[in-house]
């Protein structure tokens, strides 16, 4: 009996295991056709001052699929990661990311757009170079762009890793370190890195409270942050009494989230009468 039920999970994991392998292999030739077909879009998400006045936006790639619908990046950039068509991918939303902040509006009003670049994208050998063409290319102020890499990007070969930042750097580029204080890595050792920006990671965000053992963190790191000069935005903003909070901490924070705005086409933020203004947002 026992056997026989023994045998049956290993079953039910084995077809669980197929239907996961049938998942990535679908999701693989999807993204193949995606990049092929012009399936990407370009969203970007607003990031408000203590006014609620949008200074930046956050680039995030969505997969309209013909069928599935929208697909979430959650599912399909470690399927872009392994397989290694984060590449060109990456190389689209680059390329798009430059072309928003080469508009003229967004260049007149000094808005900054952040974009994220994963690990296999990084380490590509000629990934400094590719950058400084699409920048003298596209003409953009290479300073109002921010690369917003992963404490995990960055443990991978070390000391190349900083190399190609510092290359980046020299360029006028910005470093954003993406989820902070969900990895492992001493404070000390992040705060070596040639960083401008901490994003604040949605986890110490969602339950803050003045009381909380959230809160204490986050007061610390915001701490450690302003005696580096660095620029805060914190992730996953959904409710005003978290804004109150980071804002009475830290009045130079930037807030991300859908109390502010949701993610939106990048091409319907260009739409507005005013880019930092109420209409530019997406609440619902
Ligand atoms: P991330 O870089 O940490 O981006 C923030 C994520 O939080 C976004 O999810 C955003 O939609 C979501 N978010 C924003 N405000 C709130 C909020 O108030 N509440 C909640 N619950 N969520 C909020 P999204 O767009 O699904 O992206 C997920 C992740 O996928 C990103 O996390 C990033 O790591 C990755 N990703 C997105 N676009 C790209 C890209 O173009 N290239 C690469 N390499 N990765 C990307
Ligand atoms: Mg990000
Ligand atoms: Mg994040
Ligand atoms: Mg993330």
Known sequence: QARHQGGGQVHAYSEALAATAQRRIELEKGLHVALQEGQLQLFVQPQVDMMGRVVSVEALVRWQHPVNGMVDPAEFIPVAEDTGLVVPMGDWVLEQTC?????????????????????????????????????QRTGVDASRLTLEVTESLLLQEVEQAIQKMVSLRALGVHFALDDFGTGYSSLAYLMRLPIQEIKLDQTFIHDLTPQSHGAVLVEALLMVAKGRALR???????????????QAWEPGILCQGYLFSR?????????????????ALRTW
């Not at 990084?122 to 990934?127: P, R």
């Not at 805060?232 to 980071?246: M, P, R």
């Open 232 to 246: 805060v935005v914190a992730e996953g903003v959904e409710h005003k009494a978290q804004a109150q909070l980071l």
């Open 263 to 279: 993610p939106l086409p990048a091409s319907e933020w260009l739409q507005a009468p005013d880019l930092s203004g109420p209409q």
């Open 99 to 135: 072309r928003l902040l080469s508009d003229p509006r967004v260049q007149q009003g000094g808005y900054r757009v952040s974009v994220n670049v994963s690990a296999v994208q990084f380490q590509q050998a000629g990934f400094v170079r590719k950058l400084q063409e699409l920048i």
